[in-house]
Nanobody
Framework: QVQLVESGGGLVQAGGSLRLSCAASGRTFSSYAMGWFRQVPGKEREFVAAISWSGSTTYYADNVKGRFTISRDNAKNTVYLQMNSLKLEDTAIYHC???????????????????WGQGTQVTVSS
């Protein structure tokens, strides 16, 4: 497994932007697809975005498409989530996750990920 640590969360006004980072350690980061999920207490975890091991392929949930961008820097063992035009409903704890299988592209099914970070809180205010 890989250890994941998120950062970059905080309080932002609606319409603003935040950039989340997820630093990985413990295995070959560049061989695994990565994803971002979010969760509001009392609700199910929700898929946000995923990126292939090479960074050439990305997928987004419909409700963030066009506003969020996932990217990765394999030299820095880090995956990012740029969030623009934030809405009140984007408020959640954001978790990054690493795919279970090397060189496999995974999307929104959380069972395809086997390493999770502790999360970073994002709060969007009006």
């Amino acid at each position: 497994q890989v250890q994941l640590v998120e950062s970059g969360g905080g309080l932002v006004q609606a319409g603003g932007s935040l950039r989340l980072s997820c630093a990985a350690s413990g295995r070959t980061f560049s061989s695994y697809a990565m994803g971002w999920f979010r969760q509001v207490p009392g609700k199910e975890r929700e898929f946000v975005a995923a990126i292939s091991w090479s960074g050439s392929t990305t997928y987004y949930a419909d409700n963030v498409k066009g506003r969020f961008t996932i990217s990765r820097d394999n030299a820095k063992n880090t995956v990012y989530l740029q969030m623009n035009s934030l809405k009140l409903e984007d408020t959640a704890i954001y978790h990054c996750a690493a795919a279970r299988t090397q060189y496999a592209m995974v999307r929104d099914y959380s069972g395809n990920y086997n390493s999770w970070g502790q999360g970073t809180q994002v709060t969007v205010s009006s």
